[in-house]
Every structure is written in C-alpha cells, then in structure tokens.
C-alpha cells in the first residue's frame, strides 16, 4: 500500500515534470541539455505506464503530459529527424512504440514504424550496445508489435552479466555496470507493466541478490538516481523492497527538494545558487530530471498495484 508520504511526494515530483515539459523538447538546446531526444523518449516511458493505469495514479497530470507527447511526435519532422543517418533512432523508436499503448491516432504512414525498426536495427547503436542493447529492442518491437529476429527474452538474457552470474563489486563497478542490471528487469516486463519474461528462477535470484548488494552503497554515496533504478528493478521482480526497506526510499524522499525535483548525481546546490533565471532552471532539469523521473516510474508502478 502507498504512504500519504509517497504519494505526496509523487504528486510534486510529476508536478515538477509537468511544469517543465518543454525542455523535453528534443530541439530545445540549452547548457547541460540531455542527448537529441534521450529524455523525450524517457517522459514517454513515463505517460505511457500512467495511461495504462489512468485511474490509479493523478490522471489529469497523465493526460496533460500524454498530450504534450503525442503533439509532438504528430509532427512530420519528428519521424523524418529519425530516418537521418546523423540522428540516432532508438529514442524516437521509443517514442513511436510507446505512442501505440496509448495513443488514440496513428502518427505513422503505413509502413514508417517498420522502416525506423529496420534503420536501428542496422545501426551502430545495436552493434555498439552488445546484448543489452538487443534486449531492449526486442522490449520496443513487442510494444510496437513490430516483427524482429532478435531471439527470445531467455536467450538474450543468459549472454547478459545476470545469465553469466557476474557478480558486482560493491567497490569498483562502475555506474554502468549497475544501469545494465536493472535496464535487464525495466527490458523484460516492458518497463514494469508485465510479469518479468526470460529470466530463469535462479537468475532471479541471482539480480535480486546483486540488487540487494549494491542499492546500500549507492543510498550511503546519496546516489539517488541509481538507488531509485534499483529500487524500480526489483518493484519488476515482483518484490516489494521499497516497503520492506522503507528507510530506503525515506532517504531519496528526504532529499526531494522543494520544487518537487530528486537531486541527481551531478546536482550541486552551489552551482545552482550561482545562476539566475532561466539558466538555473535549465541546470535543474539537466540535472534533476532524470532521478525525478525513475522515483514517479517506481511510485507509479506501486500505486498501479495497490489499485488492482
């Protein structure tokens, strides 16, 4: 069940979002902006797991912002940015895919859907990206109901770190070490929406337990970007840690700042305290944004469940 506390702090959190919105925009340019249409995609994940569960968690918020994203992406150059060979494609699959779950109109020609699906498949994001990246165009094909030739969820999961049992050192792994693990869980219950697929008993085991390892190193480095992701992963497990070690999510709770925004990793209050104006919200964004998004991902999913 769902505190007064987390909801509260979920309602300021999408609240943040929502008044920022517009830096989402992918053509938007301003110091510290994320990568062309990285953040675009991940607000997408985001609308797409409220409109699946509209009635459970702030549907007038899930609305607004499920608008925002479908004016956007109904524009033609949208699609024709993607088709650019100096653009990279995964984002805007991303956004495309996703808009399928909730979106009333389709804002693809016959046929473009599969041509970008054809274009990331070729591209040096899917060689480059290894297996982890294979998984999570499999996630985006099945959401778009796209065919592909990429394997099953079993196969690639066993070529992952969890399917070799590559255990994590708490000391010198690195951040991305740590993204690959639960990006593996977020890929394979498409993004918390469906009992996990591919993952044997003993691999679970074997995540759940790396998870349980590492979520107290990033809270005691106050990595709350991190320990938010790791959190979101196991809630995939079907677990409930972020209730049964709820002196974990107190402290990325405790840390919300009164703009309802998560502080990330690379947030420093004195570089805020020394810019005005727009530039100091650009810099929040830039640097907030990301965190604040996987705490409303997780307390989505968890206000989902307590609603069925």
Known sequence: MITRRQKDALSAAL?????????????????????????????TILVA???????????FLA??????VQELASQRIFFEKAMKEDYASLPHLYVFALLKTFATTNYLAGGDLQRLASKVLRSPELKDGGVNRRLELKCLLEIGGIPHRL??????????????????CPVTSTNMEVYRLTHVAFHCSRFGTYPILGL??????????QIEVMLPIFLYSRDLDISGELLLADHCLGHRMWAERPGATDLILSSQMSSGAIPGPYYSSTEEGDLRGEGAEDYLFSTCYHSTL????LLCSVCANAAA
């Open 15 to 43: 609240s943040w979002l929502h008044r920022n919105v517009n830096r989402f925009d992918p053509d938007l340019h301003f110091p510290g902006a994320p990568p062309y249409c990285q953040a675009f995609g991940e607000l």
């Open 49 to 59: 797991l409220m409109r699946k569960h509209r009635r459970a968690a702030f549907p």
């Open 63 to 68: 609305a607004s912002l499920a608008k925002y």
């Open 151 to 168: 394997g099953s969820y079993a196969g690639l999961v066993k070529a992952t770190d969890i399917g070799a049992r590559r255990h994590l």
């Open 200 to 209: 044997s008993l003993s691999e679970k085991k074997f995540l759940s337990r």
């Open 294 to 297: 996987v705490l409303c991902l």
